[in-house]
């Protein structure tokens, strides 16, 4: 493998999975990476291992500048499978190395992998291990995105390794920012942030506030998935503030429906027309024919998002109802909700849809629109103004 230095002595050890497709139902289209870090100096950390399918080549890497009995320490920033499920194999060819993580961490470990990992070292916020020249400290950072997650900071050489923050899944020949197409790359970043981190975006403020008080200096981010952050390494952490904090909300507004026999289709399409004529940019997305990780995305910097169903049974439509588990779990700020459907001898998607939003915490605009069977030229005309009257809203 050609040498990824990020700094001297500083050397990525990962894994690049160009195949995947599917992580936890999170589309992944751009395959992933798995990245782990091999620190050299009179002493030798290796920061996270890989998914344990690549453990070979894991190996492979780290054996092409070292020896795994040369190990002194590995230090586990997250616990997730696709970070350590290599672990015990590596732990168990490093048997000199001294593991750390955070107390959770431990717990999870031995949870994960048996009563061998009880020889885990517990680390906290400020704690430091000297490798020689070079100095590790770590930051803990509970829920971004479990509860053991920490980050490792390299003091002298201003290398922050934030394990699942302001990662991408991203495959690539190239490994830093410098060297990959910015547009798709920060497209890829706010993908991942908006599926997995956008739920625990008043604690990622927080932390960023604590990075930012105490003034770390940083030349370089090397999170666990994607591209390294070496060109410009505040543009993902400006991005997350911006991200976390609403501030890329724009005047926008995304239709996410489904349909049975075109009626929904139909109202959807009046809406947007509506929406449309009053200059307010408008996106929409069938169910059946988007995935969930797309929507999320461009939900992101939307002001109002509507949901349109058919009922079924009562209720509403089974994609639409999975989208709705979806969106409740991730929790997105900032929004405001709007309803509509359509029925043949009953209704009860629209209701149940508000139902969900209102248990959710979610601020709905009004009690929805639904109608009956085909839509007329006139009930269309009517969901065309409802569209009007959202991009007021908007505006507003």
Known sequence: MPKVTLKNGI?????????????????????TSYNAY??????????????????????AHISELTTLEKIDYIIVNHVEMDHSSSLPIIAELAKNAKICATARGKEELIKHYGAAFERVET??????????????????????????????????????????????????????????????????????????LTPFAPLIVKKLQEVIDIKLPIDIIAPSHGIIWRK?????????MDWSTGKVVKQKVSIVFDTMWDSTNKMA??????????????????????????????????????????????????????????ITGLKPKDKLWGFFGSYGWGG?????????????????IDLGIELKWVPTEAELKKCFDYGVQIAQKVKA
Request: proline share 3%; aromatic share 10%.
């Open 38 to 59: 091999l620190i050299q100096d009179e002493k030798i950390a290796l920061v996270d291992t890989v998914k344990a399918t690549f453990c070979k080549e894991l190996i």
């Open 123 to 196: 680390v906290k916020s400020g704690d430091k291990i000297s490798l020689g020249k070079k100095t590790l400290t770590f930051l803990e950072a509970p829920m971004l995105h479990w509860p053991d997650s920490m980050f490792t900071y390299i003091i002298e050489d201003k290398v922050l390794m934030p394990n699942d923050a302001f990662g991408q899944h991203l495959a690539s020949s190239g490994h830093f920012d410098d060297e990959v197409d910015q547009e798709r790359l920060m497209k890829e970043a706010i993908t991942y942030y908006s599926n997995i």
């Open 232 to 240: 410009d390494p505040m543009k993902i952490v400006n991005a997350y």
């Open 348 to 364: 009860g998607a629209v209701r149940g849809m508000v139902k969900v939003a209102n248990e959710a915490g979610f601020e709905v």
């Open 269 to 326: 399409r009046a809406i947007s027309d509506g929406i449309a004529s009053q200059g307010v940019e408008v996106k929409l997305f069938k169910l059946r024919c988007t995935e969930n990780t797309d929507i999320v995305t461009e939900i992101t910097d939307s002001k109002v998002v509507l949901v349109g169903s058919p009922t079924l049974n009562n209720g509403i439509f089974p994609s639409v109802s999975m989208f709705l588990t979806y």
């Open 11 to 31: 050397n990525w050890v990962g894994v690049t999975d160009w195949n995947i497709r599917d992580f936890h139902d999170y589309v992944t289209s751009c395959g």
